[in-house]
């Protein structure tokens, strides 16, 4: 077994293209989940980012760590580089957190694309690979309910929230919501599964790369796939037909559906059964960490348990037996993606490009891995360098965030006025705004928080800080 990687972040909010990581905790941990070495970062808050009260409120720290860390963030983001490129250099690691799939891990890659460093997806090449913690603690729950405590949240459904599963199985490695304690959370967690559900563990590891999940599905001709609804795990019977032509997706048939049914509809009337309810077809993210189980999760549940073996096999040799029926879905399939794309033509500030843009030219990252060798000075005479326009953009940005007197005054006023007029935005945007910001702390000083002083205090710290980040940009 590889090493593994625990990471978590404390951010700004929970905007990944806009918020900004302040707090991280990476620990690394031999096979059984011991650690081994254990990191923490902490950086300052960026001139030209405003944080959500919200998220302020959840990590609790203070306008005065938020100011006056030693650490600027751009100095965060190549130390925890640096510190991953070590620890995997000869050992490939699973890099793994709790719902760090949807979350930490496209705040790293954001902070990587924004800070110019060329390898964006450091944490799953090189043969690393990503597990979501959280994807087979709701895995094993379902396949043994006795694994380990849950408690009910306010809509009364079992809460897979990390704090939630902490205080039901009296894990407590300190103050929730801190980096490095939701790491050891995380880990004390998954020793619970690792040991209890050793079967379920070992699943989860065995499909924690997209290469993994295709050799997956590929080999079984039918398999568990477990999605998440309302606070339980609902297991679906699959057969893979086919690869999404856009999102590379893997499409399934679920089999409690007789195919046979399906075959000589036209075009159109396939197209509204597949929109229809209950789904005919179940999709695979295979970059998404999934836990895939053998069939028989699935076959012994009620769903699936009154359709035979022979009959299971049936349905599946009629999905193989018609390539045309299958080609006829991906075509569907396909033109509604290219619809649902044709309808959205907001135009992406260069934050949002980093999938959508395609890969830096080779040229562009040896640019960038010169950008961090040389003093602040000479980074400026890089901008031009890049061929394109984002990377430039960035580079300039960095600067501003680092070392603004370095800046020629007339690209510092550009970036400066760029910044004062989307942080002062009175319309609904993609970041927090001045306006935004203090909507919500004047909602939280009248309702949730109006008999509890110490909260008080702790907003009215945020609010003079913003104010502050006002009137900076108001002069701009």
Not at 191 to 200: A, G, L, Q, W
Not at 257 to 268: A, G, N, T
Not at 294 to 301: E, F, G, H, I, R
Not at 429 to 442: G, I, L
């Amino acid at each position: 077994m590889k090493q593994i990687i625990v990471k978590d972040y404390e951010t700004t909010d929970g905007r990944v293209n806009f918020g900004q990581v302040i707090q991280a905790g990476i620990l690394v941990t031999d096979d059984n989940l011991k650690v081994k070495q254990k990191h923490e970062l902490r950086c300052r808050l960026k001139p030209n980012v405003i944080p959500s009260i919200g998220a302020s409120l959840v990590h609790r720290a203070t306008v005065d760590q938020l100011k006056n860390s030693n650490m600027s963030h751009y100095q965060m983001v190549m130390e925890h580089y640096k510190i991953i490129k070590d620890a995997t250099k000869d050992n490939p690691s699973f890099m793994a957190g709790f719902n760090n799939i949807a979350f930490d891990l496209e705040f790293t890659r954001r902070m990587y694309f924004k800070n110019l460093i060329s390898d964006v997806y450091q944490t799953n090449t090189n043969g690393n690979k990503h597990l979501d913690i959280l994807n087979v603690a709701r895995a094993s729950k379902f396949a043994n309910n006795n694994v380990f405590k849950t408690i009910l949240s306010d809509k009364g459904r079992v809460s897979f929230k990390l704090a939630d599963l902490c205080k039901a199985n009296s894990i407590d490695n300190g103050t929730s919501h801190d980096a490095i304690t939701d790491c050891l959370n995380t880990i004390s967690l998954a020793e619970i599964i690792y040991k209890k559900t050793p079967d379920i563990w070992n699943a989860a590891l065995s499909t924690t790369s997209k290469k993994d999940v295709e050799n997956f599905i590929l080999k079984n001709k039918v398999y568990t796939s477990l999605e998440y609804f309302y606070g339980r795990s609902v297991p679906f019977a699959c057969h893979h037909i086919l690869f999404h032509e856009q999102y590379k997706w893997s499409i399934n048939w679920d089999l409690k559906v007789d195919p046979s049914k399906y075959l000589e509809m036209d075009r159109q009337t396939l197209a509204k059964a597949i929109d229809s309810s209950p789904k005919i077809i179940r999709t695979v993210r295979q970059n998404k960490s999934p836990v895939l189980l053998n069939s028989d999760y699935a076959l012994k549940t009620d769903n699936y348990s009154k359709i035979t073996k022979n009959e299971i096999n049936r349905r599946v040799k009629i999905l193989d037996d018609n390539p045309k029926f299958i080609e006829l879905i991906g075509l569907i399939l396909s033109d509604k993606a290219k619809e649902k794309m044709s309808m959205d033509q907001t135009e992406l500030l260069h934050e949002e490009t980093i999938y959508v843009a395609g890969f830096a030219s080779e040229k562009d990252k040896a640019i960038m891995n010169k950008f961090h060798e040389v003093e602040w000075k000479e980074k400026v005479n890089l901008i031009d360098k890049f061929s394109e326009e984002r990377f430039q953009y960035f580079a300039e940005c960095l600067i501003y965030e680092e070392s603004p007197e370095s800046l020629p005054k007339s690209i510092y006023d550009k970036i400066h006025r760029s910044f004062a007029q989307r942080l002062l935005s009175t319309n609904k945007e993609k970041w927090e705004t001045t306006a935004s910001f203090f909507n919500e702390v004047d909602n939280l000083r009248e309702t949730k928080y109006k008999d509890n002083p110490e909260i008080l205090e702790v907003i009215e710290d945020y609010n003079k800080h913003v104010m502050e980040i006002q009137t900076r940009f108001e002069n701009a």
